[in-house]
């Protein structure tokens, strides 16, 4: 994978402040539980920090659901008056 060294605090960043469905979906995915394969958690990869990705199966997974808090307290240039 092509990581971003600048990209790395943002990374560690998101690992530390997960959604609640990136947790479940850990969970799910945590000791090679999915089919036997490895994932790895909030990865920078060409620009962006995808969610969960998969090395071995070259697969990617974006989560939705709720922004983690730190990013909910912050309003969006788009909504602010």
């Not at 560690?12 to 979906?25: F, I, P, V, W």
Request: with cysteine; hydrophobic share 40%; glycine share 6%.
């Amino acid at each position: 994978m092509i990581a971003r060294p600048e990209l790395l605090p943002a990374a560690r960043d998101l690992r530390e402040n997960e959604t609640s469905a990136e947790r479940k979906l850990g969970r799910g995915v945590r000791e090679r539980r999915l089919e036997g394969f490895r994932f790895r958690r909030q990865v920078p990869l060409l620009g962006y920090v995808v969610d969960f990705a998969s090395v071995e199966v070259r697969l990617i997974v974006e989560v939705d659901g709720a922004l983690p808090s730190y990013m909910r307290e912050t309003p969006c240039a788009s909504t602010a008056t």
